[in-house]
């Protein structure tokens, strides 16, 4: 859930995660989406001996904010989560009057609009973007980036 490539490797090389699902409602606003419970997913992975490395701080803003646009911290930026939800959405206009990559949820321009996915690939996305399926590369077809 974290670091992107980590996640996927780690998980994948067991065999046994093909797909992943998100749930995301910032284009169409619904609010109980997986990236409001994110900070619940990295207190309980860090809660684990597996996750000690994950320290919820680092996921906060610099000024200790909860936050998806430019101020968004690093750890963010980079995870797994955001990857997943923000994958292409900083080409969408969500609402009139605000820039691409309007979050209608967490009211914020997304912070990082243009990367590209290395481990994963879009298999489905429904009309809403609530529904976002990824497909787990295999080892052999992967990227760089």
């Known amino acids: 859930i974290g670091q992107l490539s980590e996640a996927v490797v780690s998980t994948q090389s067991t065999g046994d995660v093909n797909y ?74 969500t609402e009139q009057g605000k820039p691409t990559g309007w979050d209608r949820v967490r009211n914020q321009e997304i912070g990082n609009k243009d990367f590209e996915l290395d481990v994963l690939e879009e298999a489905f996305s429904s009309e809403h973007w609530i529904v976002r399926i990824y497909k787990v590369k295999d080892l052999d077809n992967r990227g760089t980036k």
């Open 20 to 93: 992943v699902l998100v749930i995301f409602g910032g284009m169409s606003g619904y609010s109980s989406d997986d990236i409001n419970k994110f900070l619940w997913m990295i207190r309980i992975a860090g809660s684990t001996p597996e996750g000690e490395h994950i320290k919820e701080p680092d996921y906060y803003s610099s000024s200790g904010e909860y936050k998806v646009d430019k101020d968004a911290s690093s750890a963010m930026h980079n995870s797994l989560m955001y990857k997943m939800c923000y994958y292409r959405f900083g080409e969408v206009s």
